[in-house]
T-cell receptor
Framework: KAGVTQTPRYLIKTRGQQVTLSCSPI?????VSWYQQTPGQGLQFLFE???????NKGNFPGRFSGRQFSNSRSEMNVSTLELGDSALYLC?????????????FGEGSRLTVL | DQQVKQNSPSLSVQEGRISILNCDYT??????FLWYKKYPAEGPTFLIS?????DKNEDGRFTVFLNKSAKHLSLHIVPSQPGDSAVYFC????????????FGKGTLLTVNP
């Protein structure tokens, strides 16, 4: 059973640019969540999508957005990049959007903003 | 405001001994707690969880203890093995239809042979 796949694994951007990250969940999983990991803040919740609908959102500015497609694949976009956006962006999928269940994480997309 | 706190950034133990990783939380609405393990260049993987209606959950070498009155949970690994060396994240969630985990900053566990 294939795991959660994130692309690209590594990317470098400059301030002011935008970036789109992609996540393919485990087959059959309908919930996709995004997290940002930085050394200073640890893992922080960005947003969660279930059946193409954003169900929950963390405390991030509007520059961070996402969407989910009918096949459950998800993308997140960061516009007007800032140096502080340099981080590991992790995608996680689960079968349901319910409270019981574990998240299965991908390996992450490491974004460096210069 | 850090609602889930792991106050020890790192912990070093000898192989075969017990590893105890601690986690404190401030939000009394949290009712489900999880531990994740993360190796470098990999995503976190689920380790063990506990519901707030329990005070202990055991899975092989891993046991999680929950003290609701103290808003404290701990992960015990017995016996510790070198392969357990990783960053351990404590996470918590509030019941409901949405899945949103609040993570601690992690504790780096090093198990020395």
């Amino acid at each position: 059973k294939a795991g959660v796949t994130q692309t690209p694994r590594y990317l470098i951007k400059t301030r002011g640019q935008q970036v789109t990250l992609s996540c393919s969940p485990i087959s059959g999983h309908r919930s996709v969540s995004w997290y940002q990991q930085t050394p200073g803040q640890g893992l922080q919740f960005l947003f969660e999508y279930f059946s193409e609908t954003q169900r929950n959102k963390g405390n991030f500015p509007g520059r961070f957005s996402g969407r989910q497609f009918s096949n459950s694949r998800s993308e997140m976009n960061v516009s007007t990049l800032e140096l502080g956006d340099s981080a590991l962006y992790l995608c996680a999928s689960s079968k349901t959007s319910g409270r019981i269940g574990e998240l299965f994480f991908g390996e992450g997309s490491r974004l460096t903003v210069l | 405001d850090q609602q889930v706190k792991q106050n020890s950034p790192s912990l070093s133990v000898q192989e075969g001994r017990i590893s105890i990783l601690n986690c404190d939380y401030t939000n009394s609405m949290f009712d489900y707690f999880l531990w994740y393990k993360k190796y470098p260049a990999e995503g976190p993987t689920f380790l063990i969880s506990i519901s707030s209606i329990k005070d202990k959950n055991e899975d092989g070498r891993f046991t999680v203890f929950l003290n609701k009155s103290a808003k404290h949970l701990s992960l015990h690994i017995v016996p510790s093995q070198p392969g357990d060396s990783a960053v351990y994240f404590c996470a918590a969630s509030v019941g409901g239809s949405n899945y949103k985990l609040t993570f601690g900053k992690g504790t780096l566990l090093t198990v020395n042979p």
